[in-house]
């Protein structure tokens, strides 16, 4: 079946413009989790969903990151005056929800600002 | 907190040898821990998770991995490398029972003919 899909696969903008970068996870996943991976790192937490709430969103680096799921099934992360410090793989994942539920990834998006 | 520490950012084996990719755990409580694989351009894959049940956790493409609690280790062995194995290697661990995953830094494994 088919799997995470996130939208656009790259991204280039300019150093203060507004993106938006979208996730839609697997048919019926109840879980919604964002994460950041920049060069040679491991994927750093960002925020998570549980149907159309946000139970999580400690992993924010500041107010210029926000992320929505209004629906419970696509989500969306808005960066607002982005940086150059924000380039790096913008990674989805969804998953059944419950503790031991393994999170199915998708390709990511790989943010450049210049 | 829950926390992860890959001990080798890169691992370098020769076909048809094992593999070990090491990892040590932080953890306040019983742990769930997991290893997934990256290959350039795809998508991370799960390759085995460790739930409290057996200590010894066998995944796919013929990785296991031993939870061993007196170590607070959760090693990757494999018994012969191939080289469609050369990729990025994550160990991670849950924060709490919400999924939330912590990922360590990564062991690159390379594979050489």
């Known amino acids: 079946g088919a799997g995470v899909s996130q939208t656009p696969s790259n991204k280039v903008t300019e150093k203060g413009k507004y993106v938006e970068l979208r996730c839609d996870p697997i048919?019926?996943?109840?879980?919604l989790y964002w994460y950041r991976q920049s060069l040679g790192q491991g994927p750093e937490f960002l925020i998570y969903f549980q149907g159309t709430g946000a139970a999580d969103d400690s992993g924010l680096p500041n107010d210029r990151f926000f992320a929505v799921r209004p629906e419970g099934s696509v989500s969306t992360l808005k960066i607002q005056r982005t940086e150059r410090g924000d380039s790096a793989v913008y990674l989805c994942?969804?998953?059944?929800?419950?503790?031991?539920?393994?999170?199915?990834f998708g390709n990511g998006t790989r943010l450049t600002v210049t | 907190a829950q926390s992860v520490t890959q001990l080798d950012s890169h691992v370098s084996v020769s076909e048809g040898t094992p593999v070990l990719l090491r990892c040590n755990y932080s953890?306040?409580?019983?742990?769930?821990l997991f290893w997934y694989v990256q290959h350039p351009n795809k998508g991370l894959q799960l390759l085995l998770k460790y739930t409290s049940a057996a200590t010894l956790v066998k995944g796919i493409n013929g990785f296991e991995a031993e939870f061993k609690k007196s170590e607070t280790s959760f090693h990757l062995t494999k018994p012969s490398a191939h080289m469609s194995d050369a990729a990025e290697y994550f160990c991670v661990v849950t924060s709490g029972n919400t999924g939330k995953l912590i990922f360590g830094q990564g062991t690159t494994l390379q594979v050489k003919p």
């Open positions: 994942a969804s998953s059944e929800g419950t503790a031991y539920s393994p999170l199915h």
């Open positions: 048919s019926g996943h109840t879980a």
């Open positions: 953890s306040s409580y019983s742990p769930s």
